[in-house]
Structure formats: structure tokens, C-alpha cells
């Protein structure tokens, strides 16, 4: 069976490959053929993800999307997730989650044993969903409300935000001076990073 390995970390100070190793063993050991691997850092929060719409793209029927957790692959709303469990579905994938052992029977079981395990683990599959979209909400509201005891404390006081990632501005300024005719969409392509970022530097630049 052909199998599509889906890794996503929250940010590029993470490694979205950490758990690569793991699903190519767990993939042999259940005679799997990897046949695409897709990484990105972005948040699980987000539908639309490059890599996973790009997986959801190219696998075909009878595949098997491997995550290592439910939470790699969501902490969306619950919209979200339905519309996503949804094109899943009606491509025909299997999921597979590696620290979901139930889901492990889905790669073999067939028949009315199959049919059990697939409802079972699709229960299973939407707790963990909520339980991650959950965490994601405590963690929103822990960092919210420490923001305001913070302000409470001291009036005067405000957030200072992200701080510059100065090799990141020197990237970007210099291919903007080595190529004043290319679009900001191809600057930042090349370099990495959003498109919003490059339109900052513009106007520093300028």
C-alpha cells in the first residue's frame, strides 16, 4: 500500500521533519511504499496548508495518510475539520495515526473487522481532534490573559512584539537591490518568507 507522510511543526524554529524518522520505520516494519513525504511550518489551526493540500492533491484512492499525531494534522475548528475529515473521505484515504495504535488495524483489517475498526477509530480520531483544538484555545487564552495582568500591573507597558530577524531584512534587501524588477511574490519565494515581510522591507527600502 502506498503511504503519503504528512509532518507540520507551528514554527520555522521547529523542525517539521523531527518525526520523519520514525514514520519511515513505522511504514516499513507495516510493509508501506512511501511515496511522497510533506513538510511545512505553519499552524495546525490553518485549512489551508500548502503541503497538506498538495498531498490531498496528488494521493489516490486506497492511499494512506500517515501522520504521527492527531494534532500535527489538526487543531482547526471544528468547520474546518469537518471540511477537511470530508475531502479525506472522498478521496478514499486511509488515516493513519502512529500514536493511535487502532488506527494501525485500518492497514490491514478488512471486511465487517475493518468496518468496525473504521468507525471506532474515526471516533477516536475526532476526540483527539477537539482535545487538540481545545489545548490550542487554553494556550490562546493563557497567553491573552497574561497579556492583560501584565497591563493591569503595569499601565504603561506594551508588548514588543516579534523581534527583527536582521539575516532574514539583509536577504531580502539584497535581492531586492541585485533584482529591482522582480516581483515581491518572487523575493519572497527565494527567500523564504511571506510575501507581507517583503512588503515591510519595500518600504523601509525605500
Known sequence: ???HLYLRASTKDQDANRAKAALELFAAEKGLSIVGVYAENISGTKLNRPQLLALLDTAESGDMLLVESVDRLSRLSQAD????KGTIKVK?????VADLPTSHMLVEAKGITG?????????????????????QDKRVE????GLENKKLAEPNWK?????RNTKLWNQVKS?????????????AKLADCGI???????????
Do not use: C
Not at 478514499?92 to 493513519?96: C, P, S
Not at 493563557?142 to 490573559?145: D, E, F, G, M, S
Not at 508588548?159 to 523581534?163: V, Y
Not at 515581510?197 to 525605500?206: D, L, N, S
Open 1 to 3: 500500500m502506498n503511504a
Open 81 to 84: 475539520w469537518d471540511t477537511l
Open 92 to 96: 478514499g484515504l486511509r488515516l493513519v
Open 115 to 135: 468496518q468496525i475498526m473504521d468507525v471506532i477509530n474515526n471516533m477516536l480520531i475526532d476526540l483527539m481532534a477537539t482535545m487538540a483544538r481545545l489545548d
Open 142 to 145: 493563557r497567553i491573552k490573559q
Open 159 to 163: 508588548p514588543l512584539g516579534k523581534g
Open 175 to 187: 535581492l531586492m537591490a541585485q533584482h529591482p524588477t522582480m516581483s515581491a511574490e518572487q523575493v
Open 196 to 206: 507581507a515581510t517583503v512588503y515591510r522591507i519595500k518600504r523601509e527600502f525605500a
